[in-house]
């Protein structure tokens, strides 16, 4: 610990068991979590250098942690570890005519996006915990949000990195140009690997122009499948900026938290926005409508209005916190091809009532990425292990995936070889241990 602590700053070591708590586990709290043997602020790339080298030294197990919103496990502290944190690097500089932001891995997704902003500039991204979360952890899971249905998910606008590998080496990735084919693709290989490769300690981000007001459309439906079909019907037909999909549980959920007006018998809602230019987006507007009555919705809203728009984005929004309050909690984080999520929720509904156990539904709809929360206390908290395995094995038999942007982590490191087989399974591993060959990164996550 003495050598470890001359190499950084005063200060940027933490060792009391008091201090090192906060940093034991990510934003779902896991009994099992170990403790660390101390926490290394680090505040630069150099800093990160020197605790991986030391780590690599001594054989010491690495939890790379950002800001710890982590919904899989994957900051989960083990016993005796170094918890690098990456939290202190949080410069970010904008070059407006290049639409490039580069940022330190600890700046918060937030606060590039209002970086890019005061350029008429936009970054995309925007996963649930868009406020808190920062753009290391952003990349480290390929984080993904509201707005992925048109833009896609943080690995889109990526352009380079700085990380550090386990034996200290420093390595650049990429750049701040679109297109850049030289040499082997060494860059995605980071992207949503969750830490376990290496420690991402800068990033350079691809920006768009700002996109006009979204218009807004709001249907009410009597059933989940129904709801689904208006959202494959809308996929086939219009391009949304949002598409996003609220069960009976978490309308509730939230009406209990902040009263707003929702249907309480409703058994879905579905929240549609056009960020379409000129008269598109009205256009655009209209054939959700149309489409949402075709497919059965009981009640249309539709507005123009930007201030009423945001207001039924803070409602999806406020989801996450609303299921919060219910107790201990399983959150899932699956995907399907669009066309199947019908059967996905029609599933994850006979789960919950095969098992007796409460699984509020809110999802990504518009690319078939659902986040069933299982909620549970000390008597059902087998039963909700037994939902939470069948719902990753239902995405996988739907040809689908385990996880849509939350990462694997450690919850879900069983079932990762029953969606990518064992082949691929094995030269991840090869992977791994070519980049990380004591095995200190990370270790239980993902691999």
């Not at 990349?139 to 998910?153: D, F, H, M, P, R």
């Not at 995605?188 to 996109?211: C, K, N, Q």
């Amino acid at each position: 610990m003495r050598e470890l602590a001359e190499l950084l700053l005063d200060g940027r070591l933490l060792t009391a068991p008091e201090s090192i708590e906060a940093y034991r586990r990510d934003f779902v709290p896991d009994p099992s979590a170990g403790m660390p043997c101390a926490v290394a602020l680090c505040a630069s790339a150099a800093d990160v250098q020197a605790s991986l080298r030391w780590a690599t030294r001594h054989r010491v197990p690495v939890v790379t942690r950002g800001a710890g919103t982590g919904l899989s496990g994957g900051a989960t502290a083990v016993d005796g570890c170094l918890v690098v944190s990456t939290a202190g690097m949080t410069d970010i500089r904008v070059d407006p005519d290049a639409r490039v932001a580069t940022c330190g891995a600890g700046a918060l997704n937030a606060s590039v996006k209002a970086a890019a902003a005061r350029h008429g500039l936009f970054y995309p991204p925007d996963p649930g915990s868009f406020e808190i979360s920062t753009i290391g952890g952003n990349i480290a899971t390929n984080a993904g949000g509201l707005c992925c249905v048109k833009y896609g998910v943080t690995a889109a606008y990526v352009l380079g990195i700085e990380v550090v590998l386990a034996d200290g080496t420093l390595l650049e990735l990429g750049g701040r140009t679109v297109k850049n084919v030289a040499g082997l693709p060494l860059l995605p290989l980071f992207v949503g690997s969750e830490g376990t490769l290496g420690v991402i300690t800068r990033a350079h981000l691809r920006l768009l122009p700002a996109p006009p007001p979204a218009s807004t459309v709001v249907a009410v439906f009597p059933t989940m499948s129904r709801a689904g079909e208006a959202v494959v019907a809308i996929g086939r037909t219009v391009v949304t900026s949002m598409l996003e999909l609220l069960d009976n549980r978490t309308i509730n959920n939230v009406e209990d938290m902040r009263p707003s007006g929702l249907d309480r018998d409703a058994a879905a809602l579905l929240l549609a926005q056009t960020d379409a230019a000129g008269s598109g987006r009205l256009e655009d507007a209209a054939t959700i409508g149309r489409l949402c009555r075709d497919s059965g919705a009981t009640e249309l809203y539709s507005t123009d209005d930007l201030a009423e728009g945001d207001l039924f984005v803070d409602i999806r929004r406020s989801t996450g916190p609303a299921v919060e309050r219910r107790g201990s909690l399983l959150p899932e984080d699956v995907g399907v091809p669009v066309d199947r999520l019908p059967q996905l929720l029609a599933r994850i509904e006979e789960i919950a009532a095969e098992l007796g156990v409460e699984i509020p539904v809110v999802a990504h709809a518009g690319d078939g990425n659902a986040h069933p929360t299982i909620v549970y206390d000390s008597d059902s908290e087998d039963r909700a292990r037994v939902a939470f395995d069948r719902i990753l094995r239902t995405a996988v038999d739907l040809g689908g995936t385990i996880t849509g942007e939350h990462g694997v982590g450690r919850a879900k490191r069983p079932a990762l070889e029953s969606q990518i087989g064992s082949g691929a399974l094995r030269i991840s591993r090869l992977i791994k241990a070519a980049l990380d060959p004591e095995g200190i990164l990370n270790p239980g996550v993902l691999l």
